[in-house]
């Protein structure tokens, strides 16, 4: 039999049609339909959402959800249209298991259309799934012909990409095509120079000695000219403000090679350098402490706006008074930022002296600022001693609060404490005590009572002399006081012997 996926109907009606009579077929055998539904509403042993009946139509193994064990249960392959009853649907040597994992599609041999079969991507390490890896613009399989690396969006590391050395006419293997000492990368992005020719612009010159045409007096790799004209430092001299850092360098770092201190921190130029901040910012970090002060006064890092980790930055744990060394300044092990956050106090380890610590409450979802959390009447601490949920007034959802359960002596996590099938709350509607499961004590539970009509508050119900156990377990109505109709009551003809169930 062939299966459609051009059934218009819903995926078990159009299964149940195809399986049995063709989809469309508005004619069908009514015999033939309730067998088809019997067929596809069995047992199904193996948990697969493919009954029994039906796996043995189509082959598959009813006590095995997954027959051709490629890792994908039968009812999953059924639904996404793979073969049952092969591991590998598309025979690319891939199981359909891997290929769904891979996220490559286990119908199609080339799941990208990249050129390449989903196992040679395996093989080589790509993405099956995507037909450019690397996003360098070529496809793997074009990267494989060529011979660049279709994992590396540069192959030759010098600073194109693939696709853009194909286009510019470099060489994708020689990260200097022209050999001239400049990378291709540099001679496109920074020179704006021919990376196919030594010479670029032909004047006897080459590209490198064009770039780098002077030599400076004080060896700080800075012209004499560009010391006296753009930076204003001594060309006879390699540290002309004395903080310790090379002219050169500082130029590098865009720090004032005339100046010892150019953010004005208190700390040189070259101090900064050795600690890593930043000598152009006073506040490295920028965490409201200069980076003077988190050094020399506070211990922070100054690197880091939040040194402890706990989610404050220290200019604001210093204003709040907590600790910025210590990221669970009340040791409550809940971090300060997340208590800020929680509207807790980051000093008490419990906020709101419920008994619970600030970090439970979170854990909880309860609120560490209010004691009851839920308004029932029970403290959060003491509904956790109790089993209760602090976040729901009413825990077992009888209609009563916890905190009235803990009054009354019922129980909050059991919405029928006594377990006579009425809730706390409707026992207490109904006036039977709901710590005893048969209030009248007549042999029947409260809730069976009410389920049979008879008044859990009185034995006899009827007042015919049999107690409403009794009537029940006899077959006589304990709400008639003469089941039979014949005139006597139930309770004298069980004393007299006779059957109150017959005239």
Known sequence: MILTRNCKKSPPACLLLVLMIGCGNEFADPTIVADAAELLNGPDSDGDRLPDALEIQLGTDPNNPDTDGDGVSDGDEFDQGLQLLSADSDRDGITDGQELIAGSNPLRVDSDDDGLDDDEELLLGTNAALADTDGDGMDDAQEVALGTDPLNVDTDGDGLNDLAELMAGTDPFNADTDGDGLSDGDEINLYATDPLLVDSDGDGLDDFAMVNPDRDTDGDTLTDADEVLLFGTDPAKIDTDDDGLLDQIEVALGTDPTDRDTDGDFLSDFQETRIGTDPLVPDTDADGLSDFEERETHNTDPLLEDTDGDGLIDGDEVALMTNPLIADTDGDALSDGEEVAAGSDPLDPDSDNDGVLDSTEVALSTNPTNADTDGDGLDDGAEISIGSDPTQADTDGDGLLDGAEVLAGTDPTKA????????????????????????????????????????????????????????????????????????????????????????
């Open 416 to 503: 029928d404490t006594d377990n006579d099938g009425l809730s706390d709350n409707d026992e207490i509607t109904t006036m039977t005590n709901p710590l005893d499961p048969d209030h009248d004590n007549d042999g029947l539970l409260d809730g069976v009572e009410i389920d049979l009509g008879t008044n859990p508050l009185v034995k006899d119900t009827d007042g015919d002399g049999l107690i409403d156990g009794d009537e029940v377990e006899l077959g006589t109505d304990p709400r008639s006081a003469d089941t039979d109709g014949d005139g006597v009551s139930d309770g004298d003809e069980v004393a007299a012997g006779t059957d109150p169930l017959t005239t």
